[in-house]
């Protein structure tokens, strides 16, 4: 069966750069793809729009279906971000979610709800993205790449992608021009992956988790990069998401 309806759920503007690889593939050639986003403001807000048209995608804005989330602060509403999740998931044949990986609270957040919400249905629809994570002790990115921060959650799949570095640059330093003092953050790291041809994998849920109901957040570990660069402490974003 073709898959024609796709959510790529975006944290924040710029995120669906990250899904490039994926949705570029052959094998997504003929769906339609909306991406949403979480948090904006009115210059990230058009570059998302200008995004989305290139991308001949279809750009949904949270507020636009009656909520509103605060960039890095998501977690502060989990309550309305799983009602949010919830309502949207069953509409869509398939859902790209970040990874829970550690590198922006805000995404962790988002992966979070969208876990539970797959483990309440046993769904396995859905497909999580890497951005960027914590490499080493020294708060480096690591991009685009493996994470070991939730392992048990998640397990890579076997089939690789590849970049595409032309589209990804184009978007990162040309349409979110806002954004560039992010994107060279995150350049060395990524142009690194591209140069060596390290490929690009898609995860999946860990479907024991299907079968038995347990705590999530034990199998999240170690230090996350929001909490080395003190944008957030760990132990508040949990205490935001256990019920």
Known sequence: MSIKKILVLCPHPDDEIFTFPFLESKLFSNSHITALFFT????RRAEAI????????????VFELGY?????????????????????????????????????????????SVVRNAIKRKSKKVCFYSTYSAFGNFG???????SKYSKGIFHKQNRKYEHCPIKSLRHMFGVYRSQTKSWFLVLLPYLFNVIFQNSVSIFKLN?????????????I???????????????SWLSSLID
Request: hydrophobic share 35%; aromatic share 16%.
């Open 40 to 43: 904006e403001n009115p210059t």
């Open 50 to 61: 200008r995004s989305c048209f290139l991308n001949k995608w279809k750009s949904l804005f």
């Open 68 to 112: 509103s989330f605060k960039d890095s602060l998501i977690h502060d509403n989990y309550k309305e971000l799983d009602f949010l999740i919830n309502k949207v998931f069953d509409e869509y044949q398939l859902i790209f979610s970040p990874l829970i990986e550690g590198g922006h609270q805000d995404h962790d957040t988002i992966a979070y």
């Open 140 to 146: 480096l990115f690591n991009v685009m790449t493996e």
């Open 207 to 219: 479907y024991d988790l299907f079968e038995y109901k347990k705590a999530i957040y034990p199998l």
């Open 221 to 235: 570990s170690g230090k996350p990069l929001y909490e080395i660069h003190k944008r957030c402490n760990k132990s």
